[in-house]
């Protein structure tokens, strides 16, 4: 690589986190605008998939991410059972009819929320404290075992690729999203609000999970990027069981969890125990009790003087 070509590359990995990003934002601004929030979701969704999916063969992260793993279906059928269908519930909840669900409120000013404040900044205390939701509901997820068994399936990727953002177990993501949703509909926040936030969610968790050589900077102490996750995932547990949050950052600072240590995050991820490989065998293994295989990756990446779990021992 010529020194041009260098500098294109450095360039455009500062750049591509916050242009995506803002692309996205304002595609479904616009949609918001034309009074078709619904289709601008979709069309941001789409345009922020195709552009990292892009990115992630022309300059990806770790190219040994881009092997086949043999979990495209899975993961995918994952996806379209869990965050899948969470977040088209709460993106289509209008259209739907389940705006009274959501928010039951949402028309009669219950609660303390300042509806007549900037809609920018409803969004923004919206990300704040349905944060503290997610983060809590993650955070559980990594210190319970009954709850890491559901959660194990997201950690058993040995890559991090965009498709990866919806393999949660259908009970995983619907917990997360419960206690995020809960927190704006005890506050009053209006279905615009929730709308934005689930929609924010969906893109942040594609960039979060992207294989894309980016650049950060400060951006990591307010946004969870795919440079802290990447730590998250981590076979190490002083290192994996950290980054709790979703979107913001906010609440592992404030609750000392915060980890992004100057090197490169490891490439040898997932975790130290047996998942099998089929979707509808993934669905079923939480619920089959505490006895587990361990796999010969997780004995072998030097960690078994670690629990078998990126959770405390059972």
């Known amino acids: 690589m010529n020194l041009a070509s260098a500098r294109i590359r450095y360039l455009v990995s500062c750049l591509a986190w916050p242009t995506i990003f803002l692309m996205a934002v304002a595609i479904t601004a616009i949609g918001f605008a034309a009074d078709s929030p619904v289709l601008g979701f979709n069309v941001a969704y789409l345009t922020l998939a195709v552009s990292l999916f892009a990115l992630e063969q022309i300059m990806p992260h770790e190219r040994e991410w881009n092997v086949d793993d043999g979990q495209t279906f899975a993961s995918l059928a994952h996806t379209m059972t869990s965050k899948g269908t969470v977040q088209t519930l709460f993106i289509f909840s209008a259209a739907l009819g389940l705006s ?145 949050g979703e979107n913001l950052v906010l609440w592992d600072l404030l609750f000392g969890t915060f980890f992004n ?39 072998s990446a030097g960690h078994t003087s670690l629990p078998p779990l990126n959770s405390p021992a059972e």
Request: glycine share 10%; net charge positive.
């Open 100 to 244: 009274s669900l959501i928010a039951p409120a949402a028309e009669s000013g219950y609660g303390i929320w300042p509806r007549d404040w900037p809609i920018v900044v409803q969004v923004v205390i919206g990300l704040a404290a349905a944060e503290f939701g997610l983060y809590w509901g993650h955070r559980l997820a990594h210190e319970w075992p009954v709850l890491w068994r559901f959660h194990a399936i997201h950690h058993s990727v040995v890559r991090l690729w965009i498709l990866n953002t919806g393999r949660f177990h259908f009970i995983d993501s619907l917990k997360s999203i419960l206690m995020a949703m809960g927190i704006l509909m005890l506050l009053g926040a209006p279905m615009e609000v929730f709308h934005w936030v689930a929609a924010l969610t969906a893109f942040i968790g594609m960039l979060t999970h992207c294989n894309v050589e980016m650049r950060f900077g400060p951006l990591s102490y307010i946004f969870n990027t795919p440079g802290l996750h990447r730590w998250h995932h981590s076979r190490d547990l002083r290192e994996g069981n950290k980054n709790y």
């Open 261 to 299: 240590e100057n090197r490169r995050p490891p490439v040898n991820i997932g975790i130290g125990e047996y998942m099998p490989p089929g979707f509808l065998q993934q669905l079923l293994w939480p619920f089959r009790g505490r006895r587990r295989l361990h796999s010969v990756a997780g004995m």
